[in-house]
């Protein structure tokens, strides 16, 4: 018999999330994390921002999932007290030659279900007289969350469903022989169980690549690493402001915590490894970027605030890859699901996220 029902690896904020659904629908959960406490990974380095979803294409599991993912965070969160605001955001335009883009953003949301408004340049100068644009988009239902308190509240309630969360537990190995599934960890234990869940960000592909699959490839781990600078001083705008997407990211842009903190970023480099440094070279080309349309921002009032990497599954020059959830369905191993490249939206779709691994899974 299996030692366990179910096993997730990784405690963020989807693996948690995860440990939820399942505890919830009646299996015995086991989460496993490497770092000391949950949400020690991707989910402590992101700007926690709640996205409405008008970006991602048609029929996309990103589309899918932080549609559905949002309405299930504002209902969490105002449930169990989570620390959140439905601030909405602006998606600016600040050239002429930008409008068909944004045209195509708004097209994009009504495929996807979001709401959105155009609201033409002096509008959005007069609702927040710090911008500069030619035309924007009003997201209403975007927003910000407090990560740290929206994992505490979710992991709370996996463990009111018996779910037990172990720290320190680094899984190297994920293995399947006989309708067994197995997880081995660096200490040397084995764990047994019935479902696994690799909820693992960074080490998701490779974990992946440790248990036979035939017939569902593990796609390439790329790495995006992201700089965050804070503002010094009182935030000029009162929402989140959005430049219009580039191929790789959603761009520098506004946001703030809850406290009413201005931080900007990310941008996005590309490395060849995991590397949290804070790398200030390039501030220069940050403060141009957000210059578009802040044009009055001094940056030496800019102060370096953290860095983030995301798992990406394309690289340069290539399209925006979608997230990839491998279950029985793809690669036959009944039990077994793995999240792979889950960045952005990720934050957003992480309870939508774990009620599909839920549906692969059964109850």
Not at 17 to 27: D, I, K
Not at 48 to 73: E, F, N, W
Request: with cysteine; proline share 5%; net charge negative.
């Amino acid at each position: 018999m299996p030692d366990i029902g179910a096993v997730i690896i990784g405690a963020g904020v989807v693996g948690v999330a995860c440990a939820r659904e399942l505890a919830m629908a009646g299996h015995e959960v086991l989460l496993l994390e490497a770092e000391d406490r949950a949400g020690e990974g991707i989910s402590s380095r992101n700007s926690g921002v709640i996205h409405a979803g008008m970006y991602y294409p048609t029929g996309s599991l990103k589309a899918q999932l932080c549609v559905r993912g949002l309405h299930l965070m504002y209902a969490f969160c105002a449930a169990r007290g989570v620390a959140h605001r439905r601030l909405g955001k602006l998606i600016v335009a600040t050239h002429e030659r930008d409008l068909d883009k944004l045209r195509g953003i708004e097209s994009q949301a009504a495929i996807n279900g979001v709401p959105v408004t155009w609201i033409d340049g002096a509008e959005a100068m007069r609702r927040e007289p710090a911008l500069r644009c030619v035309a924007a988009l009003d997201s209403p239902t975007s927003g910000i969350v407090d990560v740290p308190e929206l994992i505490t509240a979710l992991l709370g309630e996996a463990e009111q469903y018996g779910a037990r969360l172990l720290e320190r537990m680094d899984v190297t190995h994920i293995e399947h022989a006989d309708n067994d599934l197995a997880v081995r960890t660096s200490n040397g234990d084995a764990i047994s169980a019935r479902i696994v869940v690799n909820a693992a960000g960074l080490g998701a592909n490779a974990l992946a690549r440790t248990v036979a699959a035939a017939g569902a490839p593990v796609p390439e781990l790329r790495y995006g690493q992201g700089h965050y600078y804070y503002l010094n001083g009182r935030s000029p705008f009162s929402q989140l402001i959005y430049p219009l997407p580039g191929a790789a990211s959603l761009g520098v842009h506004l946001g703030m915590d809850l406290s009413g903190r201005c931080r900007f970023g990310p941008d996005m480099r590309w490395i060849d490894a995991p590397d949290y440094g804070f790398d200030d070279s390039r501030r220069g080309e940050f403060v141009e970027s957000i210059r578009q349309w802040w044009p009055e921002i001094d940056g030496d009032a800019l102060q370096p605030d953290f860095v983030g990497v995301r798992p990406k599954l394309h690289g340069p020059g290539e399209h925006a890859a979608d997230f990839v959830i491998q279950g029985p369905e793809e690669h036959g191993i009944a039990g077994l699901v793995h999240l792979l490249g889950i960045e952005s939206p990720g934050l957003t779709s992480s309870m939508a996220i774990a009620e599909r691994v839920v549906a692969m899974v059964g109850r």
